[in-house]
């Protein structure tokens, strides 16, 4: 493996490819994700013995679907010539090291919530100001952290490495690149968040979706359908970007 910085992280560049390869196979990713989407997203509205067995079922399905969509993604060739259902399969092999890997990654983002905290807390109350100091500071702490790791769940699926090994060699890869790296996830970031607020804004105005909690269910589910194969699709062409 080469470690030879690629400096190649043009946001729009980075849009193009990874929509390139999502439409080589756009109906097979579609039903993909719909077989975990949609059922996950009425897990909210249907009549579970426990909320939380509901949330468990449907924590772990997504976790798989986007290991599944991840797997596709790197794998463009094995994502054109086998089914959604065989491509499911191919990717379980590498479910503990994915799951290890998004779980240490959702720890890592947990100064920020914290960091968020304080600042709330300095104003209303009011504290000191030098908790919003420190708040400001682990959340800046935070976002560095989750840049240095923002490629880690998909190395641990593209180099066949434990989670440990992921995060390390993420640290590597992103080392000379916070700054493209920062633009990059940014640029993703506000369009998953235009598209999400464009399509939430029309089901309120067109289909009263606040009044009804089915239809924003299915407004929900139809997001997933596109916004999440867009972002793991993003990601992995960053992944590929920087280790060439």
Same mark, same amino acid.
């Given at each position: ?46 009549? !579970?013995?426990?909320?939380?067995? $509901? =949330? &468990? /079922?449907? #924590?772990?399905?997504? %976790?798989?679907?986007? +290991? ?26 590498? !479910?503990?090291?994915?799951?290890? $890997? =998004? &779980? /240490?990654? #959702?720890?890592?983002? %947990?100064?920020?919530? +914290? ?130």
């Amino acid at each position: 493996m080469s470690k030879k910085v690629n400096t190649n992280l043009n946001s729009i560049s980075i849009l193009k490819d990874s929509c390139a390869i999502w439409a080589k196979s756009f109906w097979k990713i579609l039903f993909m994700t719909a077989i975990v989407a949609i059922p996950g997203s009425y897990t909210r509205v249907l009549a !579970f013995d426990s909320v939380n067995d $509901a =949330s &468990i /079922i449907a #924590s772990i399905a997504g %976790l798989y679907l986007t +290991l599944a969509l991840t797997y596709s993604f790197l794998n463009d060739q094995l994502l054109v010539k086998n089914r959604f259902t065989k491509l499911y399969v191919l990717s379980s092999g590498r !479910f503990l090291p994915f799951l290890f $890997a =998004s &779980i /240490i990654f #959702s720890v890592v983002t %947990l100064p920020a919530a +914290l960091g968020v905290s304080l600042i709330i807390l300095a104003i209303s109350v009011p504290l000191s100001p030098l908790f919003i100091v420190l708040g400001v500071g682990l959340i800046v702490l935070c976002l560095y952290m989750m840049l240095r790791f923002s490629v880690a769940t998909v190395l641990v699926v593209q180099n066949d490495i434990t989670a440990f090994n992921a995060f390390r060699l993420s640290w590597q890869v992103t080392s000379k690149n916070l700054i493209r790296l920062f633009i990059a996830w940014a640029f993703v970031l506000i369009i998953s968040v235009a598209i999400s607020g464009i399509v939430l804004t029309g089901a309120d105005y067109f289909l009263s979706a606040a009044n009804n909690i089915y239809i924003q269910v299915a407004v929900n589910a139809l997001l997933l359908l596109f916004v999440l194969p867009l972002f793991i699709s993003y990601s992995v062409e960053i992944t590929k970007r920087l280790e060439r």
